[in-house]
Nanobody
Framework: QVQLVESGGGAVQPGESLRLSCAAS????????MGWYRQAPGKQRELVAQ???????SYIDAVKGRFTISRDNAKNTVYLQMNSLKPEDTAVYFC??????????WGQGTQVTVSS
């Protein structure tokens, strides 16, 4: 069983930064693909950024150049550095671990609110 615990959310003003962290339990982190998703009120959950076990990254267009996903396999942790935040980034952010042999796991989510 894998458990994911997100942290780092909060309320900020437009243009400010936050760094989300997601710590994973278990021993499969380093061989798993990791993703950050978000869900705004009344909208479907969407993939924001992902990083493969080989550290290949990808982003949706809305966050390219502003968000950076990274991972530290020694700490079983994935990060999402979010800069130049906009009100439209307001959402609950979820961490996801995906490993073909073990399935998909989700964290409980962390709220990010961007407002002046």
């Amino acid at each position: 069983q894998v458990q994911l615990v997100e942290s780092g959310g909060g309320a900020v003003q437009p243009g400010e930064s936050l760094r989300l962290s997601c710590a994973a339990s278990g021993s499969i982190f380093s061989v798993s693909d990791m993703g950050w998703y978000r869900q705004a009120p009344g909208k479907q959950r969407e993939l924001v950024a992902q990083i493969t076990s080989g550290k290949i990254t990808s982003y949706i267009d809305a966050v390219k150049g502003r968000f950076t996903i990274s991972r530290d396999n020694a700490k079983n942790t994935v990060y999402l550095q979010m800069n130049s935040l906009k009100p439209e980034d307001t959402a609950v952010y979820f961490c996801n671990l995906r490993q073909p042999a073990w399935g998909s796991y989700w964290g409980q989510g962390t709220q990010v609110t961007v407002s002046s």
